[in-house]
C-alpha cells in the first residue's frame, strides 16, 4: 500500500464496515436523524459520520490504484505521438489513383485489324483460312523457313487466323465482313490496304505505351509505393509489412538498445519503444487498452495488439503529397530538450528521464539524426522517414503519367478515326474531256497533208495518199474537213497541197 495512506493503519477495513453497517440500518448517510444523533453521541462509533465518509474515498481510491498498477496510467506525451505515428502505419494497403478515367483502345484496335484483314489480298488471306484450331502456329510453321520471316510471323500467326476467322463468323446471325463490307474496286481496296496496314504499325506501338502507362497509373507505380512504405514500417528489405527482428528491431530483445538514443530503424522499432516497458510487462502509456510488449523476449508479438490501438484509419488516396504532410507534421511535433551541452530531439517521455524502466519512463530519440556534424538532414535523415520519401517520390509520378497518358489517348484517337476513314476509301473516277475538244474542228493550220512533200516517204500515210502518177500527196477519203468561217473551199476539197516533183 503506498505511504500515503499507511497512517489509516488497520483501522480502515474495521471503520469501513462499522460505516457501511449504519448505511444498511438508516437507509441513507445523509438521514437527518443519523446525522443529528452521530454528533450527539460521537463515542457510540470509533470515528464520526464526517471520518467514516473520507474513508470511504479513500478506500475506493485505493481500490482503482490497485487495479490499475503503478504501471498503468496513460501518459499523455507517449499516446499522442504513437497516435502520430500511427498515421504511417494506415499508410499501409491505402489506395492510389483509380484508373476508370483512362480510355481502352481494345474494340478499336479489334475493328481496325479486321479491316486490314478484309483489305487485303486474297491469296494472303487465303493463309489464313481454317479457323484458330486447324490452323495453328506450331502446325504450319515448318512451312516458313526464312528465319527472318517465323521470327516475325510467329508473334503474329495466330492473332491474324483468329482476326480472318472473325470475319465470317456468325454473331447474332451477322457477320462483320458484311456489315463492313472492304472498298470496291481494285485500286481503292489496294490503297485502303496500304494505308491501315501503315497505320496500324504506329498505333501499336502507340497503345502498347499507353497500355503500359495505364498499368503504371492504376496499379504498378502504387505497388512499388507500397513496397517501399513496408520497408519504412518494417525496416530495410521487409516485403508484404511482414515484420521480423533482425529487418524490424534495432535489438530484438533489449529496450536500451533498441530505443534510447537507437531509434529510427522503422516505425514499429519507434512504436514498440515508445509504448513498452523495457522489463516487458503490460504497460498503458499509448492506450488505456494496455498491452504487454514483450522486449524481453520478442516485442513484436504484440504488434497485433498495439495496431488496433491505431483508429484514425487510412487515408481515401494515397499521394506524395500526403506522405510529406505526415512527415512534416512529425517534424513540427518532434520533442526538443537541452541534456547538458546536448539539444535532445525525441517521441514521448521526457529524454531525461527515458530508460524504459517504468510508466513515465518510456521515449525514442533522433537525436543523432540532428547531430550538427556529418550529412544528416534531421527528422528526414531518420532511416524509415527517407523510405517514406521514396514512396512519396514515386506517387508523384503519377499525375505526370496521367497528363502523359492523355495526350497519348488524344493521339491514338485521331489516328484510329483516320484509319477508319481509309476503309470508305473509292475508286477515282476519270474526268470526261470538255464538249469543246471533242467537236473543234481542225483549222487549215492544223492538216496532215499540207505539206511540199516531193515523195511517196513525205506523204503521211495515216491521212494521206501519194499519188505517184501526178507526184501528188492527196487526202484519203473522208477525212475532208469542212471550211472554217470565211474560206473558200479547195477547188479538189484537199487536206493536201498539190507538188509535183520539180524537173
Same mark, same amino acid.
Given at each position: ?5 499507511t497512517?489509516?493503519?488497520g483501522?480502515i477495513s474495521?471503520n469501513?464496515?462499522a460505516f457501511?453497517?449504519?448505511?444498511r440500518v438508516?437507509?441513507?448517510t445523509?438521514n ?9 453521541h460521537?463515542?457510540?462509533l ?6 467514516a465518509?473520507?474513508l470511504?474515498?479513500a478506500t475506493a481510491t485505493l481500490a ?5 498498477g503503478a504501471k498503468?496510467t496513460?501518459?499523455e506525451?507517449?499516446a499522442?505521438?504513437f497516435?502520430l505515428?500511427?498515421t504511417?502505419?494506415?499508410m ?9 478515367a483512362?480510355a ?11 479491316m486490314?484483314?478484309?483489305t487485303?489480298?486474297?491469296n ?9 484450331e486447324?490452323n495453328?502456329w ?6 516458313? %523457313?526464312?528465319? *527472318?520471316? /517465323? #521470327?516475325?510471323w510467329?508473334k503474329k500467326?495466330d $492473332?491474324?487466323v483468329?482476326? =480472318?476467322e472473325?470475319?465470317t463468323k456468325?454473331v ?8 463492313h463490307?472492304?472498298p ?6 489496294t490503297?485502303a490496304h496500304?494505308?491501315?496496314n501503315?497505320?496500324l504499325?504506329?498505333?501499336e506501338?502507340?497503345?502498347? %505505351?499507353y497500355? *503500359?502507362l /495505364? #498499368?503504371e497509373?492504376?496499379t504498378g507505380?502504387? $505497388?512499388?509505393?507500397q513496397? =517501399? ?6 525496416g ?6 511482414k ?5 524490424t528491431?534495432q535489438?530484438?530483445s533489449?529496450?536500451?538498445q533498441?530505443?534510447?538514443?537507437n ?21 498503458t502509456?499509448?492506450d488505456?487498452?494496455g498491452?504487454?510488449i514483450g ?6 508479438t504484440?504488434?497485433t495488439?498495439?495496431k ?9 488516396k494515397?499521394?506524395?503529397?500526403t506522405?510529406?504532410?505526415a512527415v512534416?507534421?512529425?517534424?513540427a ?5 537541452k ?8 517521441l514521448?517521455?521526457e ?6 524502466a517504468e510508466?513515465g519512463?518510456?521515449?525514442?530519440k533522433?537525436?543523432?539524426?540532428y547531430a550538427?556534424?556529418?550529412?544528416v538532414?534531421?527528422v ?8 517514406l520519401?521514396?514512396a512519396a ?9 496521367k497528363?502523359?497518358?492523355?495526350a ?10 483516320a ?5 470508305k476509301t473509292?475508286e ?14 481542225h483549222?487549215?493550220g492544223?492538216?496532215k497533208?499540207?505539206?511540199?512533200n516531193k515523195?511517196?516517204?513525205?506523204c503521211?500515210e495515216s491521212?494521206c495518199n501519194?499519188?505517184?502518177k ?6 484519203k477519203?473522208?477525212?475532208t474537213e ?12 484537199k487536206?493536201?497541197?498539190k507538188k509535183?516533183v520539180?524537173?
Amino acid at each position: 500500500m503506498p505511504t500515503q495512506y499507511t497512517n489509516y493503519g488497520g483501522h480502515i477495513s474495521s471503520n469501513f464496515s462499522a460505516f457501511k453497517n449504519l448505511y444498511r440500518v438508516t437507509g441513507s448517510t445523509k438521514n437527518k436523524q443519523t446525522s443529528q444523533h452521530m454528533r450527539q453521541h460521537p463515542v457510540q462509533l470509533p470515528y464520526s459520520y464526517d471520518k467514516a465518509r473520507s474513508l470511504l474515498v479513500a478506500t475506493a481510491t485505493l481500490a482503482v490504484l490497485s487495479l490499475r498498477g503503478a504501471k498503468g496510467t496513460l501518459q499523455e506525451k507517449n499516446a499522442a505521438d504513437f497516435a502520430l505515428l500511427c498515421t504511417f502505419v494506415n499508410m499501409q494497403g491505402a489506395g492510389g489513383e483509380q484508373p476508370t478515367a483512362l480510355a481502352d483502345f481494345t474494340n478499336d484496335l479489334e475493328d481496325l485489324n479486321k479491316m486490314n484483314m478484309s483489305t487485303a489480298d486474297n491469296n494472303w488471306q487465303s493463309l489464313f483460312e481454317g479457323g484458330t484450331e486447324a490452323n495453328k502456329w506450331e502446325n504450319k510453321k515448318e512451312n516458313y %523457313k526464312d528465319e *527472318n520471316l /517465323k #521470327q516475325d510471323w510467329e508473334k503474329k500467326w495466330d $492473332k491474324w487466323v483468329e482476326t =480472318k476467322e472473325k470475319l465470317t463468323k456468325p454473331v447474332s446471325g451477322k457477320t462483320w465482313i458484311n456489315e463492313h463490307p472492304p472498298p470496291s474496286g481494285h485500286w481503292a481496296k489496294t490503297t485502303a490496304h496500304k494505308n491501315l496496314n501503315a497505320t496500324l504499325d504506329d498505333l501499336e506501338t502507340l497503345v502498347s %505505351k499507353y497500355s *503500359n502507362l /495505364k #498499368q503504371e497509373i492504376s496499379t504498378g507505380l502504387t $505497388k512499388t509505393a507500397q513496397a =517501399k512504405i513496408s520497408e519504412a514500417l518494417c525496416g530495410e528489405g521487409a516485403q508484404d509489412f511482414k515484420a521480423e527482428p533482425t529487418k524490424t528491431l534495432q535489438h530484438a530483445s533489449n529496450w536500451a538498445q533498441a530505443c534510447a538514443g537507437n531509434a529510427g530503424k522503422s516505425v514499429w522499432n519507434d512504436i514498440l519503444c515508445l509504448c513498452g516497458l523495457s522489463d516487458g510487462t503490460s504497460s498503458t502509456d499509448c492506450d488505456n487498452t494496455g498491452a504487454a510488449i514483450g522486449w524481453s523476449s520478442n516485442p513484436l508479438t504484440a504488434e497485433t495488439a498495439v495496431k488496433s490501438w491505431c483508429r484514425q484509419g487510412k487515408p481515401a488516396k494515397l499521394t506524395g503529397q500526403t506522405i510529406r504532410s505526415a512527415v512534416a507534421t512529425l517534424e513540427a511535433k518532434m520533442r526538443t530538450a537541452k541534456q547538458g551541452t546536448t539539444i535532445e530531439h525525441f517521441l514521448g517521455a521526457e529524454a531525461a528521464t527515458c530508460n524504459g524502466a517504468e510508466t513515465g519512463n518510456l521515449c525514442v530519440k533522433y537525436t543523432k539524426y540532428y547531430a550538427p556534424a556529418g550529412d544528416v538532414r534531421g527528422v528526414y535523415s531518420i532511416p524509415w522517414v527517407a523510405k517514406l520519401e521514396e514512396a512519396a517520390e514515386i506517387l508523384d509520378q503519377i499525375p505526370e503519367k496521367k497528363a502523359e497518358a492523355a495526350a497519348l489517348a488524344a493521339r491514338i484517337g485521331g489516328l484510329i478515326a483516320a484509319a477508319k476513314q481509309h476503309c470508305k476509301t473509292t475508286e477515282p473516277k476519270v474526268m470526261a474531256l470538255p464538249a469543246a475538244a471533242t467537236t473543234q474542228k481542225h483549222k487549215k493550220g492544223s492538216e496532215k497533208c499540207t505539206k511540199q512533200n516531193k515523195t511517196a516517204e513525205e506523204c503521211p500515210e495515216s491521212d494521206c495518199n501519194y499519188d505517184a502518177k501526178t507526184k501528188e500527196c492527196k487526202p484519203k477519203a473522208g477525212t475532208t474537213e469542212t471550211k472554217e468561217a470565211g474560206e473558200t473551199p479547195n477547188a479538189e476539197g484537199k487536206k493536201c497541197s498539190k507538188k509535183k516533183v520539180e524537173g
